[in-house]
C-alpha cells in the first residue's frame, strides 16, 4: 500500500518569467512526484496577503506579497510518499547561495526572495494551502 501524500507547491514570478516552468515541473518529475493538479494564476496583492498570512509580523512581508503579485505563477498539488519533507528537500534552503547542490532553489533562485519556489512546510499548512488554491 502507497502512503502518497500531497502538497502545494508554486513556481513564483521570476521563475515563470524566465520560462523556467517546464524544467521545473520535469524535476519534480523526474523525482517522482505526480503533478495531481496545476493552473497557472496572476494573484492580486490581497490574495498573496492572504496566502502568506503567516508571515504577517515579519519585515518582508509587505515585498513578499509584492512580489508574489507581481506575475503570473504556476500553482501544482504534488503526490508522493512524503510528498512536503521530499519537496523541501528537491526545493532546497530559502536562499540560495545556502541551497545544496542539485536543488531547485540552488540551480534557479536568484536571490532570497526571488527563489523560484514555495512549497508547503507542515501537513496542516499543506491542507490549508491546497484549499487556498483549488477548492472545490
Ligand atoms: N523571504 C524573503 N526574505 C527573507 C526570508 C524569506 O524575502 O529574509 C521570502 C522568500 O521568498 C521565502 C518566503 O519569503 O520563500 C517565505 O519565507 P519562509 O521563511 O517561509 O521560506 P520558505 O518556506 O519559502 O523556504
Ligand atoms: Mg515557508
Known amino acids: 500500500m502507497s502512503n502518497s501524500e500531497q502538497t502545494l507547491s508554486i513556481i513564483k514570478p521570476d ?10 515541473k520535469n524535476e519534480f518529475k523526474k523525482n517522482g512526484f505526480n503533478i495531481f493538479k496545476e493552473k497557472k494564476v496572476k494573484l492580486e496583492k490581497s490574495e498573496a496577503e492572504k496566502f502568506y498570512q503567516i508571515h504577517q509580523s515579519k519585515p518582508f512581508y509587505n515585498d513578499l506579497c509584492e512580489y508574489l503579485s507581481s506575475g503570473p505563477i504556476v500553482v501544482m498539488v504534488l503526490e508522493k510518499e512524503n510528498a512536503i519533507v521530499e519537496n ?8 540560495p547561495i545556502k541551497a545544496e547542490e542539485g536543488t531547485i532553489r540552488k540551480k534557479y533562485g536568484i536571490s532570497i526572495d526571488k527563489n523560484s519556489v514555495h512549497g508547503s512546510d507542515s501537513s496542516e499548512n499543506a491542507k490549508t ?7 472545490e
Do not use: P, Q, W
Open 88 to 95: 523541501r528537500k528537491l526545493m532546497g534552503a530559502t536562499d
Open 129 to 135: 494551502e491546497i484549499n487556498f488554491f483549488f477548492k
Open 15 to 24: 521563475a515563470v518569467e524566465r520560462n523556467l516552468s517546464e524544467e521545473i
